[in-house]
């Protein structure tokens, strides 16, 4: 699908299963894929289908980057479709297992929000936000939706500000503020026929949905390409002529983060990191028609990688583990400062 297609263009079954033959052919993104197939097949109402791919791919969990996404994205689904008691347990099981990822929080609170379990949602964002927001510190673009959520169905149940209320008010950069955005007389004005008030409406809803386009149409992320100390070793010794880009395993972590670092400073936005591996560096030059000796494909790989939603954001959130797969965090690993 081009990305310029209109939405009332698309035929989304059809897209869904363009989407599954290509999650058959690049199995290492079988998980994205397969995602945005079921998104397709949500918008086209076939939602019984949109709950098996949700399951083909959570019967292979060991190999997932995000079961607690997939399994948020499923309660949703369900419930849409008067499978309510499972949802409900689904999200009770998300909330108990606290995932350190904002998406998985997002959704089943804005499902119990969509629901009218107004309480309960804001309870959810409330564990979320807990949880995932570090005190003193600027908050992850990531966790945005967090205090946006919170906010909205905080004002819908008539509560009065609080801290993080008020920095949601700071974050948000729409013209329409988000007490007028959230606020629940709103409703009411769209089945006005005052033509001011209408106007005054679709001028919010004008902002909204801005915020939204604006969302969807962030770039790819400035990707750096990371080998894992297996694949580097195998890399090398399929091709020792790359030993010049990578001296030794310790030295080409070291120079990710250097270089992250420094485009960050620059202010460069939206980095990432992408993790490759031999087989698929091969076929990607391969496809180039060109050697995998040819170090000018490493970053050209690396741009393909994180168009094709491989690229994992950086600086990785407080409390997450490092980036480079060491089991400590972030901040005691290469977070730390530099020397």
Known sequence: MRPDTPAENVDHTAEAARLERTAGLYPEDAEALLLRAAAHLELSGDRPAATTLYDRLLSASDGLENPA??????????WEYGHEAEARAIIEGLRTSAPRDPAPWVIIAESLESHDELETAAET?????TLLLPEGAEPAPATHPLLYGRHRVRRMLGLAHDAW????DTLHTSPVPLDELHDPKRVWSLGSDNPAELQAEITRLQAELGAFREALS??????????????????LSAYPALSTEYPSHETHLSTIESSLRELSSSGTANLGIVTGTVPSYEAFAASEGASPTDATLLPQYA?????????????????MECWCGAEQGYE???GGPQV
């Open 69 to 78: 996404l997939i399994r948020a994205l499923k309660a949703s689904n369900l």
């Open 125 to 129: 964002f409330t564990e979320a936000a």
């Open 165 to 168: 209320d008020t920095l949601a």
């Open 218 to 235: 962030r770039p790819f992320p400035v990707a750096v390409l990371h080998w894992p100390a297996p694949e580097l070793s195998e890399l």
């Open 303 to 319: 741009t393909t990688l994180a168009a094709r939603g491989r690229a994992v954001a950086w600086p990785p959130q407080r409390g």
């Open 332 to 334: 005691e690993c290469h």
